[in-house]
C-alpha cells in the first residue's frame, strides 16, 4: 500500500524537550522544537469514510510513527496530507473517477 519514503525527524530522540510530551498531544515542530497546539475536536470536520478506507488511513498513521521517530502523526494530518497531495499532483479527480467505478462494480447484483 504504501512505499517507503525516508523521513527525517525535525527533533532528535536525545531532545530534552521529549520529557514534556503528553500522550495524545497535538504538536506542530516551530524553530525547530515541537510546540503543542490546544484545540477542540469541534475546530476539524467530520467526514465519513469506508470502513476499509479508515484501515489504511490507520495503518499507514501507524507507519508513519515509525518514520518519525516514535511520534504518532494525528490522524486528520494524515488524512490532509494524502488529500491535499492528490490535489496539487492534478489527479485527484481521476483517482476519486476511478475509486467510484471501482465501487460501482462491486455492488451486489439488482442493485444500480
Do not use: W
Amino acid at each position: 500500500m504504501s512505499s517507503k519514503v525516508p523521513v527525517q525527524n525535525p527533533l532528535s530522540l536525545d531532545d530534552d524537550s521529549q520529557s514534556e510530551l503528553a500522550e495524545g498531544g497535538f504538536y506542530v515542530v516551530r524553530s525547530g522544537k515541537l510546540t503543542r497546539v490546544e484545540r477542540s475536536h469541534d475546530d476539524l470536520p467530520t467526514v465519513p469514510v469506508s470502513h476499509a478506507a479508515k484501515d489504511a488511513l490507520m495503518q499507514l498513521r501507524r507507519e508513519c510513527r515509525k518514520a518519525l521517530g516514535g511520534y504518532r502523526p494525528d490522524v486528520a494530518l494524515v488524512a490532509s496530507a494524502l488529500v491535499l497531495h492528490a490535489c496539487a499532483k492534478g489527479n485527484a479527480q481521476t483517482i476519486v473517477v476511478e475509486h467510484a467505478h471501482r465501487a460501482s462494480s462491486a455492488k451486489p447484483e439488482g442493485r444500480r
